[in-house]
């Protein structure tokens, strides 16, 4: 089945060690994005790519960062520099500029992961 | 710049109720689209629709149905007897292009929706 996966769905860590989130999709999709959720403020996006070699940061990427080897994954780490990153966070995918149908920027979601840290 | 505002943060009813989740949406660019999406407590965002900004006609997809109307500036989002399965947060997204074609989406902050049994 084609999708995005997500791991691990629960994670616990210690004040001050890096983690990271693995997302990974077999939709053969370009543009990759990584959101964080907490609750009543929706999504808020972290970083994002378009092309594989290639990122760029969203509205909240203070204490994260990411990297783009290959087009099927998107790695997200969240650093000790984050000053608050337990939170509920969520890959996404999207047909991307590049693909043959226009993107209307309608996204695929992962089953998310839920980061506490304690 | 744009914004989605979902300003109905929870919303419970009666199985078998209709009920209406609003969205009003702010824009300057005249091509957008609009999005549905529905989130149920295993955490996955699960895409309902889809309308582009130049097609204001309405959609009925079973108990389903939207109504878009950009003389306001909303997209309302209606269930029509509502079932204990419809329980989730329900989130409403503008996606418009930014410069080299990269499509930027903006949330709302979701409705939680509660149907009682």
């Known amino acids: 089945d084609g999708g995005i996966t997500q791991s691990p769905k629960y994670l616990f860590r210690k004040e001050g060690q890096n983690v990271t989130l693995s997302c990974e999709q077999n939709?053969?999709?370009?543009?990759m994005y990584w959101y964080r959720q907490d609750p009543g403020q929706g999504l808020r996006l972290i970083y994002y790519s378009q092309i594989v070699n290639d990122f760029q940061k969203g509205d909240i990427a203070e204490g994260y960062s990411v990297s783009r080897e290959k087009k099927e994954s998107f790695p997200l780490t969240v650093t000790s520099a984050q000053k608050n990153p337990t939170a509920f966070y969520l890959c996404?995918?999207?047909?991307?500029?590049?693909?043959?149908?226009?993107?209307?920027?309608?996204?695929?979601f992962g089953e998310g992961s839920r980061l506490t840290v304690l | 710049a744009q914004k989605v505002t979902q300003a109905q943060t929870e919303i419970s009813v009666v199985e078998k109720e209709d009920v209406t989740l609003d969205c009003v949406y702010e824009?300057?660019?005249?091509?957008?689209?609009l999005f549905w999406y529905k989130q149920p407590p295993s955490g996955e965002l699960v895409f309902l629709i889809r309308r582009n900004s130049f097609d204001e006609q309405n959609e009925i997809s079973g108990r389903y149905s939207w109504n878009f109307q950009k003389s306001t500036s909303s997209f309302n989002f209606t269930i029509t007897a509502s079932q204990v399965v419809d329980s989730a947060v329900y989130f409403c997204a503008l996606s418009e292009a930014e410069s080299g074609g990269y499509q930027k989406v903006t949330f709302g902050t979701g409705t939680k929706l509660q149907v009682i049994p």
């Open positions: 824009t300057r660019d005249t091509t957008y689209y």
């Open positions: 939709l053969n999709h370009d543009a």
């Open positions: 996404a995918s999207s047909i991307g500029i590049r693909g043959r149908v226009v993107d209307t920027g309608e996204l695929f």
